[in-house]
């Protein structure tokens, strides 16, 4: 029996990577490597297994401890998926993070197709009242040649030697806890159940290759940042005929000038001189639908806020929205000339007991502000 080659060898990184480049590695390895791609090709199954079997380890803090230390014979009493006692139903787990369904399940040997990513920036009115975005992806996708069935259009195709035209075969393995059966792909016809006799020159007989798509996608009013869209469908071709895989849209959004999202509300920070805080005014507050006037009270305190009700963002998925708050920020002078600071001294002489009033503490304002 071969020896096992090193994980660290297998995935091509070094032994201090950290897990963002383990799976870079293994994603870019099991693309190359995945069956749907290499139809009916050993190596790259045996390939693709090790692959799997080496990011299970590095990618887990504990085993690739155990790992490190001990080499295979710290992990290979473990869970891990050895060729002898493969657990296919854990290792489809493990891939169907990346590709989808069981690489070895399904009926007829039909595999889902991948899921596809993609990200999307949007300015701060588009994710609060929702946009149609085009996206350009990248998807694995029918030959347009051969129209997916992988022969050279007017050859011909027999039903597979190997499966009978099942597309899947048993293999059964002696254990010590008795009879292991494994089903599987067919090795010879790659799931089809037909043998192609021409492999079509487009896609050299995988029946798919990659395809550039322009989707349509409907961002909904409300969408908060670091979101992420589920299009149902819109991922790369199973194969052999298998559903496609989904997308998911990760949504990204600009910061406004003016304001901050906090929930559903929206906050908007006043820098208001205090000469206008203590006599009154009348100011202009952008909001999400345009410009507001808003009248401030004499004796407008640092941290007082006033709600704007219904002015905020919509409830993603749901009814009504969310208020905008303005939080006043009450200005002090830096500088002063001469004769203002006359004038101020003669308004500090003429102060009364009840000129000040105590109120309700600043840091309690603040509070309230952005907890609605």
Do not use: W
Not at 76 to 82: F, K, P, R, V, Y
Request: glycine share 14%; charged share 25%; proline share 4%.
């Amino acid at each position: 029996m071969a020896a096992k080659r090193d994980y660290y060898e297998v995935l091509g990184v070094e032994r201090g990577a950290d897990e963002a480049e383990v799976k870079k590695a293994f994603r870019r390895l099991a693309r190359e490597l995945h069956p749907d791609v290499n139809p009916g090709d050993s190596e790259a199954v045996a390939r693709f297994r090790e692959v799997a079997e080496a990011y299970e380890v590095l990618s887990d803090a504990d085993t690739r401890a155990r790992y490190d230390r001990f080499g295979h014979a710290g992990v290979d009493g473990s869970s891990l998926h050895t060729d002898q006692f493969m657990d296919f139903g854990s290792l489809s787990d493990l891939l169907g993070a990346f590709f989808g369904d069981d690489l070895f399940g399904g009926a007829r040997a039909q595999r889902r197709g991948g899921d596809v990513a993609a990200n999307v920036t949007l300015e701060f009115a588009e994710a609060a009242f929702g946009v149609e975005q085009r996206l350009d992806i990248e998807v694995i996708g029918d030959c347009d040649r051969c129209s997916g069935s992988g022969a050279e259009p007017g050859s011909a195709s027999h039903t597979c030697d190997t499966c009978g035209g099942q597309g899947r075969v048993q293999r059964v393995q002696q254990t010590a806890l008795g009879q292991f059966v494994q089903t599987g792909t067919c090795p010879t016809c790659g799931g089809r159940g037909r043998v192609i006799e021409t492999p079509c020159s487009s896609c050299r007989g995988r029946g798919l290759r990659q395809v550039a798509e322009t989707v349509e996608v409907q961002i909904p009013a409300g969408i908060m940042d670091g979101q992420r869209l589920q299009l149902r469908g819109r991922g790369s071709q199973g194969q052999p005929g298998g559903p496609r895989g989904d997308l998911y849209v990760g949504v990204r959004v600009r910061p406004h000038p003016s304001f901050q999202r906090d929930g559903n509300d929206v906050v908007t920070v006043l820098n208001l001189p205090f000469t206008r805080a203590a006599l009154g005014t009348t100011v202009t507050v952008e909001t999400l639908d345009g410009e507001q006037q808003v009248e401030l009270r004499a004796g407008t305190q640092p941290g007082d806020v006033m709600v704007l009700r219904g002015k905020g963002v919509p409830v993603l998925n749901g009814r009504g929205r969310g208020d905008h708050r303005v939080l006043v920020n009450v200005m002090l002078p830096q500088r002063l000339t001469d004769d203002q600071r006359r004038l101020l001294a003669e308004f500090e002489a003429a102060v009364a007991e009840d000129t000040y009033k105590p109120d309700e503490s600043f840091l309690g304002r603040i509070r309230s502000a952005f907890s609605g």
